[in-house]
């Protein structure tokens, strides 16, 4: 049709005239009126299927119908290694790689006629062709990559975390945390996610983390793990500096508060309250209109999980905020014995305002981001001695909870070890290093542990350098001559500090070269002036990348420190990212499991650098 309107039509498909009734321009083609709505204007080339072998269409240039050869030369199916099919399936591995999505997703019906529809001349590879061509390339490629920038830091922390997949295989999840030297960013990469058969004894477990070390080149070791026995076990007997996760101990504790009978009850008539909406779709849907009716957020109330007591937070929290939605559902119908009392509620509006610090500090050691186990210490205090003391108005219920809380906390933490190693990680956090909650003896002694990790990470015989100060008896001398001018600076573009912010001064030792004890002392002197940033200042790696050359000892203490997380949350939530891969594979083989997982945490992060590395291993 195409070819024999620009044939014999060419002049009337193309010609554009004006409207007699309107500025727009038409299309007149035969047979069409120029008063009828216009037509957009025709394309025959775009219309026209462009074939291999054809010619370049122009105005006035004879037109050749493509032969059948090469027609069915441009249905033929990519040839096997050829450009086309390097980049699709090179696209595919980064689509499973990036999503966490399982092998056999090539494989699967709807998925092959979505690529065929998007390139019908191409043909899907095997799951087994993309694993070992494409997937297992990339897995190496990025695992030395990931081995390059770790490298880089001077000290490593850990954080492992046993779990289970839909298939009942038992799998071991080690994280890494370190401190970049150059752009002091925390980092933190999943590293390895390996089954464990048979029993989880502590001397087994300290084997793979020995192993776990060797194989990434992690120095200067620090681990964070739940509080399992097995598990501290293991740590004792790797020999570590080491201490349970944060997270999971307040949940320890808040637990045993709540496991109080008369709590259990009233907990019980709250999960009966939230379960007769959550097994009612009329129940719910007289809710929302109540919400509505009483000015509220269209809200759903939560259940609870037994095994976490933040839930439990939520739970209580959620259903005092839609509470007089609650009670005019219920109120006058046969579920209306389920409504709470006033006591009950005013009960749980006081343990919500105990659970809710809990979970602010939950929330807060839980980042991955930003240093966190500086924090413990200030928050146990803060738990202790602040949130959990008794008031005039607390109810008797009340009061067991806040005992049992504390009693639990004070029992944590306890060891000398664990004090001196949080001790550290507190006093070289600007945001509570004054240890305002301790006692004089008990700073004096942390100051001291800083003191000779400072003399041990110090740079020997290097002296210090001191700004010289013009004077008239002394002046600074002159680096340039008369006849050779010196060369403009550059321009500085960014605020961070470097060594450019030193350019034309002079140094002189005033004194002669320090010792390195001298030059410890100068700096811990200096610091203990400095004052506290308060725990809402944010990172505090910003601070010290900005005070890093007015404190280069402490700086180095500090990069192998700070890089321990206060939690092994990070580890916990690889099970949590990996649990849709295991439930639709869960014949899943543990090594392709590893594989996915360690794909999934770190490809994006270093897909500039693995990307081309990877391309020129596949092509």
Request: proline share 5%; net charge neutral; with cysteine.
């Amino acid at each position: 049709m195409w070819t024999h309107l620009n044939r014999h039509h060419f002049e009337e498909v193309h010609a554009k005239v004006k409207c007699e009734d309107s500025s727009t321009p038409c299309v007149s083609v035969s047979g069409l009126s120029a008063a009828e709505p216009p037509l957009p204007s025709l394309d025959i080339d775009r219309h026209q299927p462009t074939t291999t072998g054809t010619t370049t269409r122009q105005i006035g240039a004879k037109l050749h119908q493509p032969s059948v050869a090469s027609f069915l030369e441009t249905r033929k199916p990519y040839p096997m290694g050829g450009r086309r099919v390097r980049e699709i399936n090179q696209a595919l591995a980064e689509f499973v790689a990036s999503d966490m999505r399982p092998l056999s997703v090539v494989e699967g019906a709807g998925f092959k006629n979505l690529l065929h529809t998007l390139d019908s001349r191409y043909e899907p590879i095997s799951r087994n062709t993309l694993l070992e061509k494409y997937i297992v390339p990339m897995y190496q490629v990025t695992t030395q990559v990931v081995k390059e920038d770790i490298a880089k830091a001077e000290a490593h922390s850990f954080t492992t975390d046993a779990w289970s997949s839909s298939a009942m295989q038992s799998y071991v999840t080690t994280t890494v945390h370190y401190i970049d030297p150059s752009t002091f960013e925390l980092k933190c990469n999943v590293l390895d996610t390996h089954q464990i058969s048979g029993s989880h004894t502590g001397a087994r477990l300290a084997s793979e983390m020995q192993a776990t070390q060797v194989k990434w080149g992690l120095k200067n070791v620090k681990g964070v793990s739940d509080n399992a026995a097995n598990v501290q076990s293991a740590l004792n007997i790797y020999d570590v500096p080491h201490f349970g996760c944060f997270a999971h101990t307040i949940n320890l504790s808040v637990s045993k508060g709540l496991d109080d009978p008369a709590m259990k009850k009233l907990l019980g008539r709250v999960r009966a309250l939230v379960s007769t909406f959550k097994q009612s779709y009329l129940r719910t849907e007289q809710l929302h209109i109540n919400e509505k009716l009483v000015g509220l957020k269209n809200l759903q109330l939560i259940q609870d999980v037994a095994t976490r007591w933040n839930s439990q937070y939520y739970m209580i929290d959620r259903l005092l905020a839609v509470y007089p939605a609650v009670y005019s559902s219920l109120y006058g119908g046969s579920h209306e014995h389920l409504l709470l009392s006033d006591e009950d509620r005013k009960v749980l509006e006081e343990m919500q305002m105990i659970l809710k610090v809990f979970e602010k500090a939950t929330k807060k050691v839980s980042a991955e981001k930003e240093p966190t186990a500086g924090l413990i210490l200030p928050y146990l205090e803060a738990f202790v001695n602040r949130d959990l003391v008794y008031k005039d108005t607390d109810l008797p219920i009340i009061k067991r909870l806040k005992t049992q809380i504390r009693s639990d906390l004070n029992k944590r933490y306890q060891t000398v070890k664990e004090k001196s190693l949080l001790g550290l990680t507190s006093v070289l956090d600007p945001r509570v290093r004054t240890l305002d909650w301790m006692s004089e003896e008990d700073k004096e002694a942390i100051y001291s542990s800083l003191k000779e990790e400072c003399i041990a990470c110090a740079p020997l015989n290097q002296p210090l350098k001191i700004k010289a100060q013009p004077t008239d008896d002394n002046p600074v001398p002159s680096t340039s001559t008369a006849s050779s001018p010196s060369p403009a600076k550059k321009r500085r573009t960014d605020d961070s500090e470097s060594d450019d912010d030193l350019d034309g001064v002079v140094f002189v030792n005033a004194e002669g070269p320090k010792t390195t004890e001298a030059r410890v002392i100068d700096e811990l002197a200096s610091y203990r002036q400095e004052p506290s940033l308060g725990v809402k200042y944010g990172d505090p790696l910003i601070w010290w990348k900005a005070h890093r050359l007015k404190y280069p000892i402490l700086a180095a203490v500090m990069r192998q420190y700070l890089n321990i997380p206060a939690s092994s949350v990070p580890s916990e939530r690889v099970f949590s990212t990996a649990g849709g891969v295991f439930r639709k594979r869960e014949s899943l083989v543990p090594e392709n499991a590893n594989i996915l997982v360690f794909l999934y945490q770190n490809y994006e992060k270093y897909k500039s650098v693995v990307l081309p590395r990877w391309r020129h291993i596949v092509s």
